[in-house]
């Protein structure tokens, strides 16, 4: 036994978690005069409803542009609780969390939502039907929510027109987050925008290139808005309660936003290639990308691509940006588990190390990481990387879990 | 659904504006730092020592350096920064550790109760209170933080050359130390 592994076995009966301290230091942290404690938080409170549905109020007075097209708020909606279908739609989330392969993909039990909070936060009247976001507070003091377009509801009756999470309070440093998303809704499309603000933005302007101007509310830190067909919208500005601009943030229509990926300009050269446990090969190649960027193809039971900068560039010489990968878990019960990523010019050699205290050494070929996690160790709960330079020697051990 | 979890900078810069959003920091890094202290000065006092790190480290959250994503340096290093005053107490209760084989953390660690009849942990505790207080600070990091030498280095606020050497002196030591007490010890290859 080497001197390092006597040190890290002294005292190492110690358990890894105590709820018990944990809540204690909480505690005094609590008692302690002029630190902010660190609470758990709740998502809802009833004097925010009350707010809410003032803004509502508001809301259906202040939607309006320059041609008298509305996109109408419907009353009534925020702090509703969900129908029986959305509660489903929030539970079925929290179950798929759970049974993820590998404890180190699964969420933290802080992405879980309490489904029994689950209620109305704005909804529209759109040019195709009711649009309505429907949020549930989160374990971890953040909140998900999912987008319900009536048109496009499943036969089941659960929502179908996307969402998102929060685990955690959204950062203060970030005023606003806005999305935009163009649906096929039967022989039409609708085209919305929306988002989430921070506490102190109470309304969100709504430009175009014509000239016109939208103001639109902000209930329970959401807005949500039908974008008009026969205009350019160019920016949104993110305003507190007296008008003041807080935030502004240039936009364009949805089909010329997404960037183009440079092509391939020349020949591919395969650098890795997998006999997976799953029968299937993996391939990983590289060709030369406009320019001086660089395209990565990945075939595994299909093909995807990706070019751009050099991942390379972005590590130094003794960094490693290496993230795990799980492929078509869904589709035939064999998943396959990878890690993929680039390595810094120093490292010379990496080393994978299992709880069970075996380890494998991982190939690096021209920087590049392909490497299959075997399918005994998928449910191991912790991984140790240690990285080696040219001498051998340790430049540093990363857990990954 | 598309989830989105703040780094550890993201938190730390939104309890400028918001200090519940520290909840974050302590949820995620309470049980990392807690063990950490536990295992140098046992449970009570760690709780009080955890309490101080975390309280320390939301008053000073306006100083934290936001290009560091990961805040395990900036609390490891606070929470050393307060293990100092209590360098004499762990020494003595390493030496009487070395001295009888029983650890002294036994009386309120249960799972540390057992009388150590293969001696490699005497060893090492005794080994341990030979070290200069740095040098065992900048082992412990590596060996039970493992935290690598740039974050170390960050956490205790010296140049990465002093890291190595520390280290290097640190097992150099320690292998010394075991070798007189009668442990064998394996060559080893890492750095």
């Given at each position: 036994?080497?001197?390092?592994?006597?040190?890290?076995?002294?005292?190492n009966?110690?358990?890894?978690?105590?709820?018990?301290a944990k809540?204690?230091?909480?505690r005094m942290?609590?008692?302690t005069?002029?630190?902010?404690p660190?609470?758990r938080r709740?998502?809802?409170?009833?004097?925010?409803?009350?707010?809410?549905?003032a803004?509502?109020?508001v809301?259906?007075?202040?939607?309006?542009?320059?041609f008298?097209?509305?996109?109408?708020?419907?009353?009534?909606?925020?702090g509703?609780?969900?129908?029986?279908?959305?509660?489903?739609a929030f539970?079925?989330?929290?179950?798929?969390?759970a049974?993820?392969?590998m404890p180190?993909?699964?969420s933290?039990?802080?992405?879980?939502t309490?489904?029994e909070?689950?209620?109305?936060?704005i909804?529209?009247?759109s040019?195709v039907?009711p649009v309505?976001?429907?949020?549930?507070?989160?374990?971890g003091?953040?909140?998900c929510?999912?987008?319900?377009?009536?048109?496009?509801?499943?036969?089941d009756?659960?929502p179908?027109g996307?969402?998102?999470c929060s685990?955690?309070p959204?950062?203060?440093?970030?005023?606003?987050v806005?999305?935009?998303g163009?649906?096929r809704v039967?022989?039409g499309?609708l085209?919305?925008i929306e988002?989430?603000?921070?506490?102190?933005?109470t309304?969100?302007?709504?430009?175009?290139?014509?000239?016109?101007?939208?103001?639109?509310?902000?209930?329970?830190?959401?807005?949500l808005?039908?974008?008009?067909?026969?205009a350019e919208?160019t920016?949104?500005i993110?305003r507190?309660r007296?008008?003041e601009e807080?935030?502004?943030q240039?936009?364009?229509?949805?089909?010329?936003?997404?960037?183009?990926?440079?092509d391939?300009?020349g020949?591919?050269?395969?650098?890795i290639?997998?006999?997976?446990?799953t029968g299937?090969?993996l391939?990983?190649?590289?060709?030369?990308?406009?320019?001086?960027q660089?395209?990565q193809?990945t075939?595994?039971r299909?093909?995807g691509?990706?070019?751009?900068p050099?991942?390379r560039?972005?590590?130094?010489?003794?960094?490693?940006?290496?993230?795990?990968?799980l492929?078509?878990e869904?589709e035939?019960?064999k998943?396959l588990?990878?890690?993929?990523g680039v390595v810094?010019a120093?490292?010379a050699?990496?080393?994978?190390?299992?709880?069970?205290?075996?380890?494998?050494?991982?190939?690096?070929?021209?920087r590049?990481?392909?490497?299959?996690?075997?399918p005994a160790h998928h449910?191991?709960k912790?991984f140790v990387l240690?990285?080696?330079?040219?001498?051998g020697?340790?430049i540093?051990?990363?857990?990954?879990? | 659904?598309?989830s989105v979890?703040?780094?550890?900078?993201?938190?730390?810069?939104?309890?400028?504006?918001?200090?519940?959003a520290?909840?974050?920091i302590?949820?995620?890094h309470?049980?990392t730092?807690f063990r950490?202290?536990?295992?140098?000065?046992?449970?009570g006092?760690?709780e009080?020592?955890?309490?101080e790190?975390?309280?320390?480290?939301?008053a000073s959250?306006?100083r934290?350096d936001a290009s560091?994503?990961?805040a395990?340096?900036w609390l490891?290093g606070?929470?050393?920064n307060?293990?100092r005053h209590?360098y004499?107490?762990?020494?003595?209760?390493?030496?009487a550790y070395?001295?009888c084989g029983?650890?002294p953390?036994?009386?309120e660690?249960?799972?540390?109760?057992?009388i150590?009849?293969?001696?490699?942990g005497?060893?090492?505790?005794a080994a341990?209170a030979e070290?200069?207080?740095?040098e065992r600070?900048?082992l412990?990091?590596y060996?039970?933080?493992?935290?690598?030498?740039?974050?170390?280095?960050?956490?205790?606020d010296?140049?990465v050359?002093?890291v190595?050497?520390?280290?290097?002196?640190?097992?150099t030591?320690l292998?010394?130390?075991?070798?007189?007490?009668g442990?064998?010890?394996?060559?080893?290859v890492?750095?």
């Amino acid at each position: 036994m080497d001197e390092i592994t006597a040190l890290k076995l002294f005292r190492n009966e110690l358990p890894e978690r105590d709820a018990t301290a944990k809540e204690a230091v909480r505690r005094m942290l609590e008692a302690t005069p002029g630190v902010a404690p660190p609470r758990r938080r709740r998502a809802w409170r009833s004097g925010r409803a009350l707010v809410a549905l003032a803004a509502v109020f508001v809301g259906v007075v202040v939607v309006s542009s320059a041609f008298g097209w509305t996109s109408r708020l419907i009353d009534a909606i925020a702090g509703e609780p969900a129908p029986p279908p959305v509660k489903r739609a929030f539970a079925v989330q929290n179950q798929a969390r759970a049974r993820q392969v590998m404890p180190i993909f699964r969420s933290s039990p802080a992405s879980d939502t309490i489904v029994e909070r689950t209620h109305g936060v704005i909804g529209i009247n759109s040019s195709v039907g009711p649009v309505i976001i429907w949020a549930a507070p989160t374990k971890g003091g953040g909140i998900c929510w999912v987008m319900d377009i009536e048109r496009k509801r499943r036969p089941d009756g659960l929502p179908n027109g996307g969402g998102g999470c929060s685990p955690y309070p959204q950062p203060s440093s970030v005023a606003m987050v806005a999305s935009q998303g163009k649906t096929r809704v039967g022989e039409g499309y609708l085209e919305l925008i929306e988002g989430r603000v921070r506490a102190d933005v109470t309304s969100v302007e709504l430009r175009y290139a014509d000239g016109a101007s939208e103001t639109l509310p902000v209930i329970e830190r959401f807005f949500l808005h039908e974008l008009r067909t026969d205009a350019e919208p160019t920016l949104l500005i993110a305003r507190g309660r007296d008008g003041e601009e807080i935030k502004r943030q240039p936009i364009r229509r949805i089909e010329w936003a997404r960037p183009r990926m440079p092509d391939a300009v020349g020949p591919e050269r395969s650098v890795i290639r997998l006999e997976t446990s799953t029968g299937f090969p993996l391939t990983f190649a590289l060709a030369p990308a406009a320019n001086g960027q660089l395209c990565q193809i990945t075939r595994y039971r299909g093909t995807g691509r990706s070019c751009g900068p050099d991942p390379r560039d972005r590590v130094g010489p003794d960094e490693i940006s290496i993230h795990p990968g799980l492929w078509n878990e869904a589709e035939d019960g064999k998943p396959l588990v990878t890690l993929n990523g680039v390595v810094g010019a120093n490292v010379a050699r990496l080393e994978l190390h299992y709880t069970d205290g075996s380890s494998q050494p991982i190939p690096i070929s021209e920087r590049f990481v392909v490497f299959e996690i075997p399918p005994a160790h998928h449910e191991d709960k912790r991984f140790v990387l240690i990285e080696r330079d040219a001498s051998g020697d340790v430049i540093a051990r990363r857990v990954l879990k | 659904m598309v989830s989105v979890e703040p780094t550890d900078a993201e938190a730390v810069v939104a309890s400028r504006d918001d200090p519940r959003a520290f909840a974050l920091i302590f949820d995620r890094h309470f049980d990392t730092i807690f063990r950490y202290l536990r295992r140098r000065v046992g449970r009570g006092c760690a709780e009080e020592l955890a309490a101080e790190t975390f309280s320390q480290a939301l008053a000073s959250r306006h100083r934290f350096d936001a290009s560091h994503t990961d805040a395990r340096p900036w609390l490891y290093g606070i929470a050393v920064n307060l293990l100092r005053h209590h360098y004499r107490g762990e020494e003595r209760e390493l030496r009487a550790y070395a001295r009888c084989g029983v650890d002294p953390l036994a009386a309120e660690e249960p799972s540390l109760e057992r009388i150590d009849t293969v001696a490699t942990g005497r060893a090492v505790a005794a080994a341990l209170a030979e070290l200069a207080p740095v040098e065992r600070e900048a082992l412990l990091l590596y060996a039970w933080a493992e935290l690598p030498y740039g974050e170390i280095a960050a956490a205790l606020d010296i140049p990465v050359g002093t890291v190595r050497s520390r280290i290097h002196r640190a097992r150099t030591r320690l292998i010394e130390l075991l070798a007189a007490s009668g442990q064998y010890v394996e060559e080893t290859v890492d750095g």
